[in-house]
Structures are given as C-alpha cells and as structure tokens.
C-alpha cells in the first residue's frame, strides 16, 4: 500500500523540506506495499537528513523494522523536541507518524494514542516502568481509551467522534432545550482552542524537562500520596476549582472527587453516560491514569483565565478576580466549556 498523502495536505506543512522529503517518499512507495522495512529505508534516506545529528540514532534502535518500532521513533522524536523546542523537528516527527499511519487504508491503528500529552505520559510511564492499561473492553466488545479526549477539552469524546457531550454541536445536555447552549458552548470552545493547546503544551514542556532534569524523576507523575500538595502545586486551579471539597480531599478519594468535578456523566445521553462511568471506573482503578486529564483540563482552565485577563483590559492587575470555585464548569453556555 503506497503513502496516502494528498498535495493540499503537504503543502499545508510549515517547513517545506519537510513536505519535499514526504513528497519523495510518496513518490518512492507509489508502486509498492510498504513493509516496515521499506519504511524505516524511507525515514532514515528522506527525514534523517533534517534530523539533528545528535538524535539520529533514534532510527537505528531496532535491529527488526516493525510498526510499533516505527511509532516508537515518533516518541523519541517527541522526547527530543521536548529538549530542543526545534519546531523543524516536530514536523519531521509528525512525518513519521504520517508514515506510520498512512501506509494503509484504513489508516493504520496507532498502538498508542496521538496526543502529544499522552505520549509524554507514556514514554515517562515506560522509562519508570509503570505499567500503563490503557485499553478497557466493555461487555458489547466496544473497545474504550481511557486516553482518548475531545479535541476542545479533557473528556472523553462521544461514540466516533472527535468532540464530548459538552462541545459537540446539536447535542444538548439532558436539563437544556434545544441546541442553541449545545451550539454556543461548541463555537466557544473552537474559539480558544489553539490558546488551550498552547497552555496544554506550555505545562506539558516544563514537566517534561523537569522529569528529564531531574533524572527521570516521577514527581511529575500523578502520585499515590500526598495528592493534595501535589495538586496546590501542579494543577493549582483544579485545586481552587475544588472549592469547599478541599477540606475533605484525601489521598483515598482525591480521584473519585476529581472526577466528579471534571468528568461527571449525569446529564449525558445514555451511551455517553456509559462510556464515562467506564472510564470513572478504570481511573479509579489506575489513579496514576488521570494524569493526562489533569493537565488537559489544568490547561483549559489557566486559557481561560487568560482570556478573562484581556476582558478586563490590559492593565496589570485590571482582570475580573478568578472565581473558578464559584463557577462549576458548563453552568452557562458562553461562560462553560
Ligand atoms: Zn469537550
């Protein structure tokens, strides 16, 4: 199967030679199913190249080319972008995973999730050797990822779909009536959702340097004890956003709080319903899980703020005070998320 790649998406990349090396490789594999092998022979003729010398071995760890070995150079490539901050480099890390991906039709079925935040989790998760379980089978053999995540927020997305309950238009929440809130909470969302990918990536960098600084140091992770410190510390405005719960937070029911806060499922359609108290279920489970909902969420709410900032105009000082604990989230469709 060749590299299905069209033109407009290649000329959408930012960094030409990156598209000119994708371009030569689509061309390379029109004729030809693309093995692993064949693959690997691509990456490392086209892309290594535009690879920093230092992070070239990164495409010469597996002594077998396979897929997973070849997802696994995307994740590599994600620690070392981490470090760099080389912008060129996450293109060319995005082209791998392009490669990956898009050598079959149906694209192929990635062994890990996409979301660069999730990767990081897993990647700290493997070098701490923490096991990760990330599948959940529900009795009707749907498969559920726990790490799978609307696109505008940090909740799990409908049934094949890219958005939640809460931002997917012409789908109210059980209490409204008609899709207008349904609407406006989706256009909000679309509006800030490159700042919110932002913030989600400005948390995500400093955590993961910290844990490359700090030798692998698992503090970043979500711990099993003292987890309120950690929250006041990392995720300060999930802790404000707690409220009154703070008093009774306790290392025993700091997930189930959490969840309840963030991904609660009343009010939801009957499948949403389910999927999230499969998902509540399984963090409950694995608390270490809820690490990738936290800084998504974490991240949601400091754009938030910032966006609350620039209302209150641009003099230090002159934003309206946060009062996250005072507004759960979704009470209003414009002001929810
Ligand atoms: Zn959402």
Do not use: I, M, W
């Given at each position: 199967m060749p590299l299905h790649l069209d033109d407009e998406f290649l000329s959408s990349l930012a960094y030409e030679e990156v598209a000119v090396a994708l371009w030569a490789i689509r061309l390379h594999a029109a004729d030809e199913a693309v093995t692993p092998t064949i693959a690997l022979r691509l990456i490392r003729q086209y892309l290594q190249p535009l690879i920093p010398p230092e992070h070239c071995h990164l495409l010469y760890k597996q002594r077998v080319a396979s897929w997973d070995g070849i997802w696994g150079i995307y994740a590599s490539l994600g620690f070392a972008v981490c470090e760099t901050r080389d912008h060129r480099l996450l293109e060319v890390m995005k082209a791998v995973q392009l490669i990956h991906a898009n050598t079959t039709l149906p694209p192929r079925e990635y062994t890990?999730?996409?979301v660069v935040e999730v990767t990081y989790f897993l990647s700290m998760c493997a070098q701490l050797q923490i096991p990760v379980q990330d599948r959940i089978c529900m009795e009707d053999g749907y498969r559920l990822d726990p790490f799978s995540f609307c696109t505008l927020c940090w909740r799990q997305p409908l049934p094949?779909?890219?958005?939640c309950a809460h931002h997917?238009?012409?789908?109210?929440?059980?209490?409204?009536?008609?899709a207008q809130a349904a609407a406006a909470r989706y256009k909000s969302g679309v509006r800030q959702k490159e700042r919110f990918d932002k913030e989600v990536n400005r948390i995500l960098t400093k955590e993961v340097t910290e844990f490359h600084e700090g030798l692998?140091?698992?503090?970043?992770l979500f711990p099993e004890q003292d987890i309120a410190i950690w929250l006041t510390e990392r995720r300060p405005l999930l802790w404000q956003l707690l409220g009154e719960w703070q008093q009774e937070l306790n290392d025993g029911n700091a997930v189930s709080m959490l969840l309840d806060l963030l991904?609660?499922?009343?009010?939801?359609p009957p499948k949403a319903y389910q999927i999230y108290r499969q998902i509540n279920r399984h963090l409950q489970r694995h608390p270490h899980l809820i690490w990738p909902m936290l800084i998504r969420a974490e991240g949601w709410y400091r754009c938030r703020e910032e966006v609350r900032g620039q209302w209150g105009g641009?003099?230090?000082?002159?934003?309206?005070?946060?009062q996250l604990a005072a507004e759960p989230p979704a009470t209003s469709p414009d002001a929810g998320p």
């Open positions: 890990f999730p996409t094949g779909r890219k958005l997917a238009p012409n789908a109210p929440l059980q209490d409204e009536v008609g692998f140091t698992p503090a970043v991904h609660c499922s009343d009010g939801l641009k003099r230090s000082g002159a934003g309206r005070p946060l």
